[in-house]
């Protein structure tokens, strides 16, 4: 079955950096597109990144210049660099193992088959 593990998560400072892991098992890896979400206090669950099997990455505007995917198919590891680390950055970050599509107008759409338990990252001063 299929089983995600993530890891790096912990206490870190505001402007710091976190890189945080998933190991994935259990499917075909590189033959599927892969997400990070978290839940945080001030937003619930919101979805923050995805990677396409081609390695393509998408985020969401609210990360979009500080957050990085990326992806090593022959390890069958996702990851998450979280760059300038912010307050509201803290919650529980989950991996997720993702199908998309092109929807009407264009964009990339998401559905989500499975997360993992997910780390935590605090970010205090």
């Known amino acids: 079955q299929v089983q995600l593990v993530e890891s790096g998560g912990g206490l870190a400072q505001p402007g710091e950096s976190l890189t945080l892991s998933c190991a994935a098992s259990?499917?075909?890896?590189?033959?599927?597109?892969m997400s990070w979400a978290r839940q945080t206090v001030g937003k619930g669950f919101e979805w923050v990144s995805g990677?396409?099997?081609?390695?393509?990455?998408f985020y969401d505007d609210s990360v979009k210049g500080r957050f990085t995917i990326s992806r090593d198919n022959d390890q069958n590891k996702l990851y998450l660099r979280i760059n300038n680390l912010k307050f509201e950055d803290t919650g529980v970050y989950y991996c997720?193992?993702?199908?998309?599509?092109?929807?009407?107008?264009?964009?990339?759409?998401?559905?989500?088959?499975?997360w993992g338990q997910g780390t935590q990252v605090t970010v205090s001063s």
């Open positions: 997720g193992k993702s199908r998309w599509w092109t929807g009407v107008s264009g964009a990339v759409e998401w559905e989500h088959d499975a």
């Open positions: 990677i396409l099997e081609n390695g393509d990455s």
């Open positions: 259990g499917f075909t890896f590189s033959d599927s597109a």
